[in-house]
């Protein structure tokens, strides 16, 4: 939580900046969800209703092979406000969110997830939020038994890892599930990296944030799109992409081994020179050689990390394509400016 909300200040220079009738962009990537999306429209439309604000949709479909595409499209021709874009192929969630966030017109904007794992009921919440002067107010899971242990601990491993690692503090348990204002949006869309870290780049850009802290429901219907391989590529992503400590700490690595090769290398020169040519040693050399061919190739390894990051960025390829979009009803989506 971030005191300078609180302060007169921030205020009263948020309250000259802030429309009073703020549209709201609805950030929803979808990839194969056809048993879920048609609840999730149900459920969340109320709420956008109950908030009085003029809302629209911004449906991303990642390249689902099922029917969640038709769905949503039969739903938009029939009333529900906001558009669908379809991508050419699977982008993945980050890249999906970054599309949303372009398409998004809203002077605030909600990501959320298709499966109902963000209960919907907590964006009344998250606007009351916005209203009292914060531009990122963030979903927090209080309680994770919906994932499996191995999920919860390798995931707070990560935010531990990540948080000493990086500069930045990143919430740990915060997922995408946040309300953002335009200016955070326009923030984020500045941002030229291709590989799109999400909550990295929610914590890079700032501003001054809040978190709701919630308990996390089980998906409601539908197969979870992330296994563990898709998951720790996603934490080396976002190490990667927010620290350089990896690639630097070998520097350090290799000047203490150094240091204690020079070391044992005076003892050996002094132990030949007092006791004479002793033979044995098979077995410290072994370690030895071992020890350090490990520590080269993981250096290697770790550099390598970084360079086919290097070579994706410096191909400066978009992060996604959208292969069509389908617009739901203009008039109630025309931004009211
Ligand atoms: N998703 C997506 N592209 C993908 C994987 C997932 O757009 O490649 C969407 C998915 O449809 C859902 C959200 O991202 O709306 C979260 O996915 P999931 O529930 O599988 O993630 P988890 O809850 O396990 O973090
Ligand atoms: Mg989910």
């Known amino acids: 939580m971030n005191k300078a909300a609180d302060s007169k200040i921030y205020v009263s220079r948020r309250e000259s900046t802030r429309p009073d009738a703020p549209v709201l962009s609805v950030i929803v990537p979808v990839f194969n969800e056809e048993e879920v999306i048609g609840h999730f429209v149900e459920a969340t439309r ?4 109950q908030t009085g604000l003029v809302y629209e949709y911004v449906f991303i479909d990642d390249g689902s092979r099922d029917a969640t595409a038709d769905i949503l499209a039969e739903k938009l021709k029939s009333g529900l406000p906001g558009r669908l874009l379809g991508l050419s192929r699977n982008f993945g969630k980050e890249a999906a969110l970054s599309a949303g966030l372009e398409a998004a017109r809203g002077d605030i904007a909600v990501i959320i997830d298709a499966d109902l794992q963000d209960p919907p009921d907590l964006i009344l919440q998250m ?12 979903g927090l899971r209080v309680n994770r038994s919906s994932d499996t242990l191995m999920k919860r601990s390798t995931a707070n491993m990560f935010y531990k890892l990540f948080n000493r690692l990086a500069n930045i503090d990143m919430p740990a348990n915060a997922g995408d599930f946040r309300l953002i204002d335009r200016a955070v949006i326009d923030a984020l869309l500045k941002l030229p990296e291709r590989s799109r870290f999400m909550k990295g780049l929610f914590a890079w850009v700032g501003f001054p944030a809040m978190a709701i802290p919630y308990e996390r429901p089980a998906r409601m219907a539908g197969r979870g799109k992330f296994n563990y391989w898709k998951l720790w590529n996603f934490a080396l992503d976002g190490l990667t992409g927010f620290t350089t400590l990896p690639l630097r700490v070998w520097f350090y690595g290799g000047a203490l081994i150094s240091l204690a090769a ?19 040693g098979y077995a410290s050399l072994m370690v030895a050689l071992l020890f350090f061919s490990g520590a080269q190739l993981l250096s290697i390894g770790m550099i390598g990390e970084y360079i086919a990051r290097l070579f994706n960025e410096a191909k400066q390829r978009p992060v996604y394509i959208v292969q069509d979009v389908i617009e739901g009803t203009p008039e109630e989506t025309a931004k009211t400016d």
């Open 127 to 138: 606007l009351d939020g916005w209203k009292a002067g914060y531009d990122v107010i963030y």
């Open 46 to 49: 109320p709420v956008l209703e």
């Open 262 to 280: 020079f070391a044992y290398a005076f003892f050996l020169t002094l132990r030949t020179i007092f006791y004479g040519v002793d033979w044995p």
